[in-house]
């Protein structure tokens, strides 16, 4: 799994560094998935009562994600997760 994470990654950064994508890390583009209208309502829901935005749960559910799983990288700054 760390593999093909990696290779993801890397894909990721060659498509980040071609000038059509011309980016930071900080940017925040479209994911543009489609999820059922319950599973957003719900998503939302969570959200507001957690006092963040949905793009900030993602990113923090994703990065909890990989924590459990041992990948140490912070997912929107590249830098280690803390334990």
Known sequence: MDNELANAIESAERLAERP???????????????????LRLQFKVYATKQNMTMTELLLQLFEDRLRAEGVRIN????NEIKK
Do not use: A, C, E
Not at 25 to 35: E, P, Q, R
Not at 75 to 78: C, E
């Open 20 to 38: 059509k994508f011309k980016s930071t890390s900080t940017d925040i583009i479209s994911l543009n998935f489609k999820v059922p209208l319950q």
């Open 75 to 78: 997912t929107l700054t590249g």
